[in-house]
Structures are given as structure tokens and as C-alpha cells.
């Protein structure tokens, strides 16, 4: 997961809004996603975007794409104490098969 | 479906004795992966199969790591001798490859493995 990184915490009170980042490295990604995974469990997926795409909205959930940056970014408004989890952004390569890349995870932490 | 059933959830063992992790992928998916986390190197990508078929093991970190798929319904992830460097979470998961699809993962619970 090295080629993909994120910040490893992010710390915000309940109802703010929580904006976690993410920069890859493969300019020729076709999709990226987001995941979360809470305590004890596995990763579920949270939604992903289409590298043609600059902006997905889902609910709660807007992800922004920076294909020039290289960046992506996942926006959760109203930010309730149980998102708190750990929040990975992976990219599916265009010459990578069926593999994805993940960083290393942003634990968000939601104060009430 | 039941989703991606992994067993056991913890495991406790010794140093030097062998460990069989299983998975039993989502009914009908083509693809399982094989993930190992830590929080020093976080979800590495071991070794994922297709149709039952390995296609990329480059993952795996030593000959102590071996993986089989003997039908589309169960797969096993072995290590022997193991190693307390081996202490990890290992997950499953599995998806149906279709083209032009944004193709979800889906994850297994994970066993939690311990090596003493």
C-alpha cells in the first residue's frame, strides 16, 4: 500500500463535516474507491468513482477526483459518531488485472 | 448469501506449528484474494485466484505461505512453520469479474492470527 498514501488520523466533533484525503500514483486508474472498516470486521465498501468523473455524491458521502493532482478526497457532512472506523482509498490500476491498491487506511475519530 | 465466510476468526498458536486458514467465497463470485494486515505494513494483497485459478502470487511472502482453491467454493491459506512475524489479520474476499464494472470486493470478517 505504499503507492497509495492517506493521513493516518483524523479527529472531528459530531454533526462537523470530516474530509479525508487520499494521492495515488497511477495516472491510468480506472476506478477508485473508498472503503470502511469498523472495529473487528472486514472492509465494505463505501462507494467508488470513475476516473472520467470529477465528483460522485452518494447521501452523506461527496468524492472528489483530482486526476491532474492526483488526488482524491472523501467528504462525509454531518458526521455522526458511527462512522468512526478506518477509511481506505484504493485504485484499480488500467494494467493491473483485478488487483487493487490500497493506502494505508485514515483512522476517524467522531467526538460527541 | 451469507457473504465471504472466513474460519476460524482467531487463531492462537506456536511457533513452528502449521496454520490452515479458510474461506468460502460468495456463491457464483470468480475471483478470490487472499489479504493479510498489519499495522506496520497495513492490507497487503497476498495472492488472488481466478476460476479457481492462481493469478498473481507475487504477494506471498515466503515458501512457508502456500494457497489453494480446490473448487469455487473453498479455499485454503496455509502457512508451515509459522512464525510470530506472522501475526496478523488475514481477510478474504471475493467478486464476480464482470467487464466495464466498477467490480466490488467483498470482504470476509478476517482471522485474527496469533503466533507465539
Known amino acids: 500500500g505504499e503507492d497509495v498514501e492517506q493521513s493516518l488520523f483524523l479527529s472531528v466533533r459530531e454533526g462537523d463535516s470530516s474530509v479525508i484525503n487520499c494521492t495515488y500514483t497511477?495516472?491510468?486508474?480506472?476506478?477508485l474507491y473508498w472503503y470502511k472498516q469498523e472495529p473487528g470486521a472486514g472492509l465494505q465498501l463505501l462507494t467508488y468513482?470513475?476516473?472520467?468523473?470529477d465528483m460522485k455524491q452518494d447521501q452523506r458521502l461527496t468524492v472528489l477526483l483530482n486526476k491532474k493532482d492526483k488526488h482524491l478526497s472523501l467528504r462525509i457532512a454531518d458526521t455522526q459518531t458511527g462512522d468512526s472506523a478506518i477509511y481506505f482509498c484504493?485504485?484499480?490500476?488500467?494494467?493491473?488485472?483485478?488487483?487493487?491498491?490500497f493506502g494505508g487506511g485514515t483512522r476517524l475519530m467522531v467526538k460527541p | 448469501d451469507a457473504g465471504v465466510i472466513q474460519s476460524p476468526r482467531h487463531e492462537v498458536t506456536e511457533m513452528g506449528q502449521e496454520v490452515t486458514l479458510r474461506c468460502k467465497p460468495i456463491?457464483?463470485?470468480?475471483?478470490l484474494f487472499w489479504y493479510r494486515q498489519t499495522m506496520m505494513r497495513g492490507l497487503e494483497l497476498l495472492i488472488y485466484?481466478?476460476?479457481?485459478?492462481?493469478?498473481?502470487d507475487s504477494g506471498m511472502p515466503e515458501d512457508r505461505f502456500s494457497a489453494k482453491m480446490p473448487n469455487a467454493s473453498f479455499s485454503t491459506l496455509k502457512i508451515q512453520p509459522s512464525e510470530p512475524r506472522d501475526s496478523a489479520v488475514y481477510f478474504c474476499?471475493?467478486?464476480?469479474?464482470?467487464?466495464?464494472?466498477?467490480?466490488?470486493?467483498?470482504f470476509g470478517p478476517g482471522t485474527r492470527l496469533t503466533v507465539l
Open positions: 485466484f481466478n476460476n479457481n485459478v492462481p493469478i498473481d
Open positions: 497511477d495516472s491510468s486508474s480506472t476506478y
Open positions: 484504493a485504485e484499480r490500476r488500467f494494467n493491473a488485472g483485478n488487483m487493487l491498491t
Open positions: 474476499a471475493s467478486k464476480l469479474g464482470l467487464a466495464g464494472r466498477y467490480n466490488e470486493q467483498f
Open positions: 468513482i470513475f476516473s472520467n468523473m
Open positions: 456463491s457464483g463470485h470468480d475471483y
